[in-house]
């Protein structure tokens, strides 16, 4: 093993999380135990690419944790997680768009966001890349989004890789990135302080940033 891999584990291993009580805080401490190996760097890259289409958890919380292991690393920790989220949004178009009935519609239902799914068509009709842009950015369920992405191209009579997804990797290679190097900077510069911060503060840090963003975009229509 490297010594950085090493110095990583060591960090990790010295921090301590809670007991689960429940099965997603498993699956949550599941996904932080990889920062305790040397595999931290490829399992954040798959768990970016997954949480875009289907997985529950947030890339942001094991990117969280190798980044405090070794900060001045964590700017290439956000370039996985980003690479990976991008490319995961992928996958996510192409299930809501020719895997909806076998897969799309299941992982809607297992997550309950049937309302929000509804909600999604009329938001798209407005703006397509401002809203999928926010859901990248913010907590807001990112994979609803990539899949209706896809259904929404399809029942339009779009082709498979026409304008609704272009505007969509769009807008996700405009927030994705600007979300984790977000939070790797922050973790670069100033460290553990603000790694627990994040942690504690998350959802409330993203929406007060994303609903800042948003305001802006609406004030550029009127410049």
């Not at 920062?35 to 949480?51: C, D, H, K, N, S």
Request: hydrophobic letters at 55%; proline letters at 6%.
């Amino acid at each position: 093993m490297a010594d950085s891999d090493k110095t990583a584990a060591a960090g990790a291993a010295a921090v301590s999380y809670p007991k689960p009580r429940n099965p997603l805080r498993r699956l949550y401490n599941w996904v932080l135990h990889w920062a305790e190996t040397p595999y931290g760097a490829p399992a954040l890259f798959v768990l970016a690419f997954a949480e875009s289409s289907f997985f529950p958890i947030p890339p942001d919380v094991l990117l969280v944790a190798l980044a405090l292991c070794i900060p001045a690393k964590a700017f290439r920790y956000a370039l996985i997680c980003s690479v990976g989220s991008v490319a995961g949004a992928v996958l996510g178009y192409v299930i809501g768009y020719g895997l909806w009935d076998v897969v799309g519609v299941h992982i809607v239902k297992f997550y309950k966001l049937q309302a929000e799914f509804a909600a999604v068509r009329k938001n798209f009709e407005v703006n397509e890349f401002l809203y999928v842009w926010i859901a990248g950015f913010t907590p807001i369920p990112y994979k609803v989004f990539t899949i209706a992405s896809g259904v929404f191209e399809r029942e339009g009579g779009g082709g498979l890789f026409s304008g609704g997804f272009w505007t969509m990797m769009a807008a996700s290679v405009c927030s994705r990135p600007l979300r984790f190097f977000l939070v790797g900077g922050l973790i670069w510069k100033f460290g553990k302080p603000i790694g627990a911060f994040i942690h504690k503060y998350f959802n409330l840090v993203t929406i007060a940033l994303g609903a800042l963003a948003v305001i802006g975009f609406v004030a550029m229509k009127f410049l």
